[in-house]
């Protein structure tokens, strides 16, 4: 099966960027859509932040982060990297990508069955 580990997590100032990556292992890694998801203290469900399909040439983002994110798939390097811009406020918040749903994108966290440990964001004002 598949597995995903994130990184690039850290704390930064409103207005800054920071770039996570999601460094995909084993099999399957490759055919499947990945889904960026973030969990906030508070909130029952994680999330949807923005996903890619298999090849990497679809992308869906969420209202909230439209304009200011941007997801991208090195299929060479296993890699699906989150460019995140313009942050605002916020945190701790716990990002996560998800694969193993098939190749099509998904923007409910059910559509993911393999899961990396998450790697944490504070934006402060």
């Known amino acids: 099966q598949a597995q995903l580990k994130e990184s690039g997590g850290g704390a930064v100032q409103a207005g800054d960027s920071l770039t996570l990556a999601c460094l995909g292992s084993?099999?399957?890694?490759?055919?499947?859509?990945i889904g960026w998801f973030r969990q906030t203290p508070g909130k029952q469900q994680p999330e949807f932040v923005a996903?890619?399909?298999?090849?990497?040439?679809?992308?869906d983002y969420a209202d909230s982060v439209k304009g200011r994110f941007t997801i991208s798939r090195d299929k060479a390097k296993n890699t699906v990297s989150l460019q995140m811009n313009s942050l605002e406020p916020g945190g701790p918040a716990g990002y996560s990508c998800?694969?193993?749903?098939?190749?099509?994108?998904?923007?409910?966290?059910?559509?993911?069955?393999?899961w990396g440990q998450g790697t944490q964001v504070t934006v402060s004002s």
């Open positions: 084993g099999y399957g890694f490759s055919a499947y859509a």
């Open positions: 996903a890619t399909n298999w090849n990497g040439d679809i992308a």
């Open positions: 998800g694969g193993g749903g098939g190749g099509h994108i998904a923007t409910f966290h059910m559509g993911y069955r393999y």
